[in-house]
């Protein structure tokens, strides 16, 4: 298949896996010009304990965008959520561009934007796609940020703080448990307060930071969505994999509109990964829309 020819996603999720080549996962070539690719079919269903049912109860679809960065790795992985297990339209929006294509919802996937240079998120953060991602998170819109997701995001101001280098000054890719500090967002609505949730992380850069005020803000505001704990929910220091402040792996924005979390719920929305536990922040997401 050569690189300007178009491509379309037709018929089913085994037919749409068997279409091969660059072209059906990127939505321009490599002249920038926009390829014809249609959004996967959508197919509404229930959340019951966390997982996708095969019954349809939603009164509406809703659209996703996954961000595409010079650099991105995970894109793949957070599209394949939305696509095959949420059943949902989805598709990717390229850095080089300004036009959200109407999506209900923006994620900003992990990887190396930019090749990590200057600073993890500093250049990204001047896209002409991020820029319009703040226009959309000033107007309500839902914008979920996995690791170099967050990175983005705290550097386009969408988030307070900074991820510096791991306090070992070492990459570190292992599964760790979280414990859910707050149900009140669109990204938690499915969780319980004090649940233990068990999902992956890979980063250098994943040390949360931020002043004393403004982690007193994110406290009494009740913003502070995950934090870094023990399979049994105890924040302890030894359950703090990268040094985060106050062992913070997620936080929400003061709309809870916007959340930023270093885990990937995207490598564990299916059992077959290890853990599903990530899927719930997906179908969280799913629901709020959903019922908006």
Not at 113 to 135: H, W
Request: hydrophobic share 40%; glycine share 10%.
């Amino acid at each position: 298949m050569g690189m300007n020819e178009p491509v379309a996603f037709m018929g089913s999720s085994a037919e749409r896996k068997r279409t091969m080549g660059y072209a059906k996962w990127y939505p321009f070539n490599h002249l920038n010009e926009k390829r014809n690719i249609a959004a996967p079919p959508a197919v509404p269903r229930k959340i019951q304990n966390g997982q996708p049912a095969q019954s349809s109860c939603y009164p509406r679809t809703m659209k996703f965008g996954v961000l595409v960065f010079p650099g991105s790795n995970c894109d793949h992985d957070t599209y394949n959520v939305i696509a095959e297990i949420a059943h949902q339209p989805v598709t990717f929006l390229w850095h080089d561009s300004d036009d959200l294509q109407g999506v209900d919802a923006v994620l900003v996937p992990g990887g190396f934007a930019y090749g990590d240079y200057l600073r993890t998120g500093a250049i990204a953060r001047f896209s002409p796609v991020m820029q319009a991602v703040q226009r959309f998170a000033a107007g309500g819109g839902l914008v979920l940020g996995i690791c170099n997701g967050f990175q983005i995001l705290t550097e386009a101001g969408l988030l307070p703080g900074a991820l510096m280098r791991n306090a070992g000054l070492k990459y570190i890719c292992k599964h760790v448990h979280l414990r859910v500090e707050t149900t009140d967002s669109p990204f938690t609505r499915q969780l319980t307060k004090g649940e233990v949730l068990k999902i992956p992380i890979g980063h250098m850069e994943g040390n949360y930071f931020c002043t004393p005020e403004e982690l007193h803000r994110l406290e009494s505001q009740d913003r502070i969505a995950f934090r870094y704990s023990t399979p049994k929910g105890e924040i302890t220091p030894e359950a703090n994999p990268n040094g985060s402040l106050a062992n913070i792996a997620g936080i929400l924005n003061p709309g809870r509109n916007v959340l930023g979390m270093m885990p990937h719920p995207d490598r564990s929305s299916e059992q077959l990964l290890g853990s599903a536990d990530g899927w719930k922040i997906f179908a969280s997401m799913v629901e709020a829309l959903a019922t908006r």
